[in-house]
């Protein structure tokens, strides 16, 4: 911050569209990293599908949070596709982390397309099964966290609106190939992608370090 004054535009969130207050957000909170969430329905059908409202919420235990939005106003868990109706129905998750290598292949993932439709074969992606939960995970994504749900908290239920699910996560799978000394998670070779607006994704190969003050 140089001290140089801004101009500045003020708006009232309530005087916006649904779809004008989501462009100022996703312009302004970049880049977001991108939960690659896989789940399995009651039947047996596999869903893959990307949120890039993403975060860790805690370490202790490990649990990390994403946001599926509310596509319609026929209740409160329709969301994109139907990872958050899976998840209610079997309390369980996996969280794939997207590298540049498999960007198109997310983006694949992002149709949006009928109930029951296997993004994985749709992305021609293979199958990993997980360890200790019945979701899938993606073959491949360099880290995969198997997870399962502590609670879903109904932001809103509006179009436009969505939830946080929260999920604990029960098992780490971490690519040796990333992996420097202890459990440390070497970003140039995670090669991890983040979500700016629209279609808009950012690499994460410009990095400085900082001193955290004392």
């Known amino acids: 911050m140089d001290g140089t004054e801004e101009s500045m535009q003020s708006f009232d969130p309530q005087q916006l569209s649904p779809k004008d207050n989501y462009k100022l957000l996703a312009g302004a909170v970049v880049p977001r990293p991108i939960a690659w969430v896989s ?45 958050l109706r899976n998840i209610v129905a079997t309390g369980e998750f996996v969280v794939n982390i997207v590298s ?46 198997e997870c399962r749900l502590r609670e879903i908290v109904v932001a809103s239920a509006l179009p436009g609106g969505g939830s946080i699910v929260l999920g604990e996560v029960v098992r780490f799978h971490v690519s040796e190939q990333v992996l420097e000394g202890e459990l440390h998670i070497a970003p140039e070779k995670l090669e991890a992608v983040g979500r700016m607006a629209g279609g808009t994704y950012v690499r994460t190969t410009d990095r400085f370090e900082l001193e955290r003050p004392k």
């Open 100 to 145: 540049e290598a498999s960007v198109e292949a997310m983006n694949e993932t992002a149709a949006q397309v009928e109930p029951g439709v296997d993004e994985f074969a749709l992305a021609g992606l293979a199958v990993e099964p997980g360890e200790v939960v019945r979701a899938p995970r993606v073959a491949g994504a360099r880290v995969q966290m």
């Open 39 to 83: 789940t399995v329905d009651e039947a047996g059908v596999y869903n893959l599908a990307p949120y890039s409202f993403f975060t860790v919420a805690s370490a202790n235990p490990p649990i990390v949070c994403f946001c599926p939005s509310v596509r319609e106003a026929k209740d409160g868990l329709l969301a994109s596709k139907d990872t």
